[in-house]
C-alpha cells in the first residue's frame, strides 16, 4: 500500500514549487483575477495527465535512456520559455492593461500546456519520484495511476494557491507600474528557466 502520509506532502511540495507554470499563474491571477486566471492555470493538466501516463507506461525510461531525443525535446522546450519569457518583458505594459487579445482563456490554457508539456524534465521528475512510494504488494501499474490522479488534484490546489495570491497583490498593488514590473519579473523567470533547461546536463 502506498504509504500516503509521506507522498502527500512530498507530492505537494513538488507542485508548490515556483517554477514557470505557477509564476505564470501567479502573474496571470495579479492581471486578470481569480477566475480567468484559474482556467488559464488549468491548462497543464492534460500536459501532466499525458506525461504521467507516458511514465506509467514504461516510455519515460525510454526518453531517460535516449540522450538524444531528451536533449531535443530539452531544448525545444527551452526555446519556448525564452519566447514566452521575451514575450512578457517586450509587451509588459500591454500586458499589465490586460489587453483582450493577451488575456482570452484560450490563449491562457494553450500557453500553460506548452509550457507544461514541453519540459522533458517533469517526465525524470515522475519517472524518479513515483517509483519510491511502489510497493510489492500491489500492481506497479495501479500504484503509478493512482499515485498519477492524486498529484493533479494537487496540481489544481497548487494553482488555486499562485492565482489566489496573485489576486491579493493585484488589489494590494493597483498601480500599473506595479504590474509591468511583475511582468517583466515573470518575463525575466521563464527566460532564467529556459536558459536553465538549455544549459543543463540533465
Not at 37 to 46: E, K, Q, S
Amino acid at each position: 500500500m502506498i504509504a500516503w502520509s509521506i507522498f502527500i506532502p512530498a507530492c505537494f511540495a513538488l507542485n508548490c514549487a515556483p517554477g514557470p507554470n505557477n509564476m505564470l499563474a501567479f502573474s496571470n491571477g495579479a492581471r486578470l483575477g481569480l477566475v480567468r486566471a484559474m482556467a488559464g492555470g488549468l491548462g497543464r493538466m492534460p500536459a501532466f495527465a499525458i506525461l504521467i501516463l507516458i511514465t506509467i507506461v514504461g516510455l519515460g525510461a525510454v526518453l531517460a535512456a535516449s540522450a538524444t531525443a531528451f536533449t531535443i525535446i530539452k531544448f525545444i522546450g527551452a526555446a519556448y520559455l525564452v519566447y514566452v519569457g521575451i514575450q512578457f518583458w517586450r509587451k509588459a505594459r500591454a500586458l499589465a492593461a490586460a489587453q483582450s487579445e493577451e488575456s482570452a482563456v484560450k490563449l491562457l490554457m494553450r500557453r500553460d500546456f506548452l509550457i507544461a508539456i514541453s519540459n522533458p524534465k517533469a517526465i525524470a521528475v515522475f519517472t524518479a519520484f513515483f517509483p519510491q512510494f511502489i510497493t510489492a504488494s500491489a500492481p506497479a501499474w495501479s500504484q503509478l495511476a493512482a499515485m498519477g490522479g492524486v498529484f493533479l488534484l494537487l496540481e489544481v490546489v497548487a494553482v488555486l494557491l499562485y492565482v489566489v495570491a496573485g489576486v491579493l497583490l493585484g488589489k494590494v498593488l493597483k498601480s500599473g507600474r506595479v504590474f509591468v514590473h511583475l511582468n517583466r519579473l515573470v518575463g525575466g523567470v521563464l527566460i532564467a528557466s529556459g536558459a536553465s533547461m538549455a544549459l543543463s546536463r540533465h
